[in-house]
């Protein structure tokens, strides 16, 4: 198996276990209340998205270095920063989003990952620099 494939199965398992992380958030919330022992969500459980966010950005990066083509490139990186901001803000609070808002880039992330083992591997040292 390739590198790049390497970085694109790294990336889909992070976006794919950030997206179940975020699915199962407001779960916990709720159990939370349900519960007299402990006050508030533990701190580790936050700070997880930022240990996804540090995977996908190195899978991105080495999945990039190897793409076929410059709109996947520019894709992985919006959706990227994207998930970015949400997961800033959803720390700092600056601005109202939408919770479900995470969702959009996450996906996007899976299906290039995807969609760049499928369609944009390199066969040879040179297509890299070749740009579809």
Do not use: R
């Not at 699915?23 to 998205?49: H, K, N, R, Y």
């Amino acid at each position: 198996m390739v590198l790049s494939q390497k970085s694109d199965l790294a990336g889909i398992l992070a976006s794919s276990l950030c997206l179940v992380h975020c699915i199962f958030t407001p779960f916990l919330f709720v159990a939370q209340t349900q519960m007299a022992c402990c006050e508030a969500v533990p701190g580790w459980w936050g700070s997880i998205d930022y240990l996804f966010l540090a995977i996908s950005f190195f899978a991105i990066y080495k999945s990039t270095k190897t793409t076929t083509k410059n709109w996947v490139k520019i894709s992985f990186w919006l959706s990227w920063t994207a998930l970015s901001i949400i997961i800033v803000n959803e720390h700092f609070g600056w601005f109202h989003l939408v919770e479900e808002s995470i969702y959009v880039p996450a996906l996007a992330l899976i299906f290039l990952h995807f969609y760049n083992i499928k369609y944009c591997q390199c066969s040879g040292e040179k297509c890299c620099s070749s740009n579809q």
